[in-house]
């Protein structure tokens, strides 16, 4: 009998080794990156302030999973008062009033194009590629040694038109106005 459980369970665990995609849709780090969203949003103060109790819109650009982990994790909550709705874009112009724009995935000319776009001029940008902040993103989420970490470009956060709080703008890397800068 023990013989037999320990077989299934090995069984099992070398399925799970060969096909873990298959029973994961999201990435290993998309709860965490949808908690550091959160984070931004509860520390983060917009300076064209949403009306008494209206819906604070965050949409999403790029993989679906993530769309669904972050409406996933952020249901039921709020900001400052404002009910938090996540919805999935489907290109790069916003289709909802978003207040706040994630782009998920390296779609990379389709992320440069609209972080080059006047729409987004007030919105908060939140990416996961590299050359994110070069192009004009705001805060960028990354890996690092195991561990979720950001950089935010000071200019393209004023420029959302969001000041967020130093109590957790000290946890990441800061940058200045000029590509690669850091402060």
Known sequence: ?????????????????????????????????????????????????????????????????????????????????????????????????????????DNNPEIKAALESSKLARVLTIGETRDFLDWGGAINLFVFHGHMAFEVSLDALERSGVSISSRLLRFGQIRNGRPGERR
């Open 1 to 105: 009998m023990l013989a037999t459980t320990s077989a299934r369970l090995l069984a099992s665990l070398a399925i799970l080794a060969w096909a873990p995609g298959a029973f994961l849709a999201e990435e290993p780090e998309d709860e965490l990156k949808a908690a550091v969203v959160l984070s931004f949003l509860r520390y983060g103060e917009w300076d064209q302030a949403l009306q008494p109790n209206a819906v604070l819109t965050v949409g999403v650009l790029g993989r679906p999973e993530f769309a669904g982990v972050l409406r996933h994790s952020m249901e039921g909550k709020s900001v400052n008062g404002h009910p938090v709705q996540v919805v999935e874009l489907k290109n790069s112009a916003p289709q909802h009033a978003c207040r706040v724009i994630y782009f998920a995935g």
